[in-house]
């Protein structure tokens, strides 16, 4: 069954300290993979997303994701956190032809040490 | 341009009564999603409809209608609401650009049927 896996429910980091959120994703067709961000009581705000080519991708607000098909994963990273960026993480699949459909891992909450 | 809006943004329901949420983009998108979002459970479809005229079943249907209304309009229909129903519920629509597509999201709407 298709499925997408954030292993860490909540992670706390120091402000200034590197970050990566971990994504697994178990999909038989090519992935598309995305990251979303939702702030309290917002909605979902695409970061970055990843089709086909290079493999490291940019977003915005200075995230990156690397998608490693060998080990099934698009983790996130960001080299320095900044305390806004406290917020709910997802993680989410889809594929060509698949109608647009959207697989959502269960989200990795950030908290933000100052 | 709007984007993905959605109303209302909070209700309260009793159980058993009935409403509709509302859902409209103004981008010209073919595709539109409703999902509902809980604690600890992630994005989860309700219906979807791939064009104006038709729509399909996602993964928790039971309880919900849909109505596509026009290319711009995706209703979301409760007929007789009921506690397990209470969530926070997020409108989708996609951008397609020769089969990359991506899902923008709406604020949201908090439901708490009592």
């Known amino acids: 069954a298709q499925s997408v896996t954030q292993p860490d429910i909540h992670i706390t980091v120091s402000e200034g300290a590197s970050l990566e959120l971990r994504c697994n994703y178990s999909y038989g067709a090519t992935p598309y993979l995305f990251w979303y961000v939702q702030s309290p009581g917002q909605g979902l705000q695409l970061l970055l997303k990843?089709?086909?080519?290079?493999?490291l991708v940019q977003g915005i607000k200075g995230f990156e994701a690397e998608f490693k098909r060998s080990q099934s994963s698009f983790n996130l990273r960001k080299p320095s956190v900044h305390w806004s960026d406290a917020a709910e993480y997802f993680c989410?699949?889809?594929?060509?032809?698949?109608?647009?459909?959207?697989?959502f891992g269960k989200g990795t909450k950030l908290s933000v040490k100052p | 341009n709007a984007g993905v809006t959605q109303t209302p943004k909070f209700q309260v329901l009793k159980t058993g009564q009935s409403m509709t949420l509302q859902c409209a983009q103004d981008?010209?998108?073919?595709?539109m999603y409703w999902y509902r979002q809980d604690p600890g459970m992630g994005l989860r479809l309700i219906y979807y409809s791939a064009s104006e005229g038709t729509t399909d079943k996602g993964e928790v249907p039971n309880g919900y209608n849909v109505s596509r209304l026009n290319k711009r309009e995706f209703s979301l229909r409760l007929e007789s609401a009921a506690p397990s129903q209470t969530s926070v519920y997020f409108c989708?629509?996609?951008?397609?650009?020769?089969?990359?597509?991506?899902?923008?999201f709406g604020p949201g709407t908090r439901l708490l049927v009592l």
């Open positions: 981008m010209n998108h073919n595709s």
């Open positions: 989410a699949v889809g594929a060509e032809g698949s109608q647009g459909n959207l697989i």
């Open positions: 989708a629509s996609i951008k397609d650009r020769a089969g990359l597509w991506t899902q923008y």
């Open positions: 990843y089709f086909s080519g290079d493999t």
